[in-house]
């Protein structure tokens, strides 16, 4: 079972930058397709940004190209979601996500998650 777990959420203000972490266990990235998500209160899970399974290219949100930049060290096992620029638009819980989906772009496409960061945007 593929195991997921967030951290680096946090209070900061517009503008800001953050650094939000996946570890990810019991999977190898070759296997998966890894996305971020986020979900702002009374709204739906929305896709972030995520890595296509095969070749690993990345692709984005329209909401946030030029901001959000994922990563991945497949040494520590570890994806990162860096931002930048931050807005009060993007607050909201951070999901790490991993599917054997070729891509993900939607939550029903996503076969784990993790259990979320808060990120928090003040004005």
């Known amino acids: 079972q593929v195991q997921l777990v967030e951290s680096g959420g946090g209070l900061v203000q517009a503008g800001d930058s953050l650094r939000l972490s996946c570890a990810v266990s019991?999977?190898?990235?070759?296997?998966?397709?890894m996305a971020w998500f986020r979900q702002a209160p009374e709204k739906e899970r929305e896709f972030v940004a995520a890595f296509r399974r095969i070749g690993g290219s990345t692709y984005y949100a329209d909401s946030v190209k030029g901001r959000f930049t994922i990563s991945r060290d497949n040494a520590k096992n570890m994806v990162y979601l860096q931002i930048h620029s931050l807005k009060p638009e993007d607050t909201a819980v951070y999901y790490c996500?991993?599917?054997?989906?070729?891509?993900?772009?939607?939550?029903?496409?996503?076969?784990?998650w993790g259990q979320g960061t808060q990120v928090t945007v003040s004005s």
């Open positions: 019991g999977a190898t990235f070759s296997r998966y397709a």
């Open positions: 996500a991993a599917s054997q989906a070729y891509a993900v772009i939607t939550s029903a496409l996503v076969d784990n």
